[in-house]
């Protein structure tokens, strides 16, 4: 199993920045992939932002050259910094993982509990 714990988000005003942390542990094998998604009041999950182990990067339009996600694989730890911050990525933000439990395992989904990151003045 692996645990996700997501930290960092808070009250901003329009035009400043976060950084979210999401720091995976548990028993597992190999985190293949993580990344954010967020929810806004009355609407559907979207992606924000992933990363492979890799380092190879994709990002939702909406969010393009505002918003940078990294990750740390030595601690299995993913951070999404936010610039630029606009009253409509007010959300709740959720981490993702997809990971191996042990060597010839499928890969597993992962969710955290989602942190609330609220955008206004």
């Known amino acids: 199993q692996v645990q996700l714990v997501e930290s960092g988000g808070g009250l901003v005003q329009p035009g400043g920045s976060l950084r979210l942390s999401c720091a995976a542990s548990?028993?597992?094998?190999?985190?293949?992939?993580m990344g954010w998604y967020r929810q806004a009041p009355g609407k559907q999950r979207e992606l924000v932002a992933t990363?492979?182990?890799?380092?190879?990067?994709n990002y939702a339009d909406s969010v393009k050259g505002r918003f940078t996600i990294s990750r740390d694989n030595a601690k299995n730890t993913a951070y999404l910094q936010m610039n630029s911050l606009k009253p409509e990525d007010t959300a709740v933000y959720y981490c993702?993982?997809?990971?191996?439990?042990?060597?010839?395992?499928?890969?597993?989904?992962?969710w955290g509990q989602g942190t609330q990151v609220t955008v206004s003045s």
């Open positions: 993702h993982a997809l990971a191996y439990r042990y060597i010839g395992d499928r890969l597993h989904d992962y």
């Open positions: 548990g028993s597992f094998f190999n985190i293949n992939a």
């Open positions: 990363i492979t182990s890799g380092g190879n990067t």
